[in-house]
Antibody
Framework: EVQLVQSGAEVKKPGQSLKISCQGS????????IGWVRQMPGKGLEWMGI????????RYSPSFQGQVTMSVDKSISTAYLQWSSLKASDTAMYYC????????????????WGQGTLVTVSS | DIQMTQSPSSLSASVGDRVTITCRAS??????LAWYQQKPGKAPNLLLY???RLKSGVPSRFSGSGSGTDYTLTISSLQPEDFATYYC?????????FGQGTKLEIK
């Protein structure tokens, strides 16, 4: 079974750093793009970017470029999303999701999705 | 960026109704469109991709159509478990933008 398991909820203060994770299993981790999606409280889905674990090719949304960093550790089939200095406006649910088909092309839908990681930033 | 405009933003319907949700792209996306269903407190789930291809295991009452810039999701006969929020997403070019969502509520 293809599965993405995300790290647990985090509560942080403004200015702190954070790295959340998404571990894939049941498939060839290096052959499928993984993306990150933000959902702020009561709001819709926002595409943040995607990373190809095979060569770490990364495409960021202009809205998130420079605000977050995506990375992978192929040895443990895990993708990461990190912040160097959190803001209160980063409070949201963050989902990772895998591209639906095997391809090194970034043109693809998301399936499956992880369960989400809730990040709360508050002083 | 390609903008995705969904309509309506909310919809009240009854079990058994036929409902249609529309998604319009700001430029042509060559059927590179997916539809997702999200229930409260849960991650989104893929329903359709390539505008009209049903994901395996998704009930056949869900269907998609469209071309160019205009796409639709149709639920032929609403079931109680279909009341949720629906999102379209274009994956024609990055950033792969989502529509703002359509909340389907019980009338």
């Amino acid at each position: 079974e293809v599965q993405l398991v995300q790290s647990g909820a985090e509560v942080k203060k403004p200015g702190q750093s954070l790295k959340i994770s998404c571990q894939g299993s049941g498939y060839s981790f290096t052959s499928y793009w993984i993306g990150w999606v933000r959902q702020m409280p009561g709001k819709g889905l926002e595409w943040m970017g995607i990373i190809y674990p095979g060569d770490s090719d990364t495409r960021y949304s202009p809205s998130f470029q420079g605000q977050v960093t995506m990375s992978v550790d192929k040895s443990i089939s895990t993708a990461y999303l990190q912040w160097s200095s959190l803001k209160a406006s980063d409070t949201a649910m963050y989902y990772c999701a895998r591209h639906g088909t095997y391809s090194n092309s970034p043109t693809n839908w998301f399936d499956p999705w992880g369960q989400g990681t809730l990040v709360t930033v508050s002083s | 960026d390609i903008q995705m405009t969904q309509s309506p933003s909310s919809l009240s319907a009854s079990v058994g109704d036929r409902v249609t949700i529309t998604c319009r792209a700001s430029q042509g996306i060559s059927n590179s469109l997916a539809w997702y269903q999200q229930k409260p407190g849960k991650a989104p789930n893929l329903l359709l991709y390539a505008a009209s291809r049903l994901k395996s295991g998704v009930p056949s009452r869900f269907s998609g159509s469209g071309s160019g810039t205009d796409y639709t999701l149709t639920i032929s006969s609403l079931q109680p478990e279909d009341f949720a929020t629906y999102y379209c997403q274009q994956y024609y070019s990055t950033p792969h933008t989502f529509g703002q969502g359509t909340k389907l509520e019980i009338k």
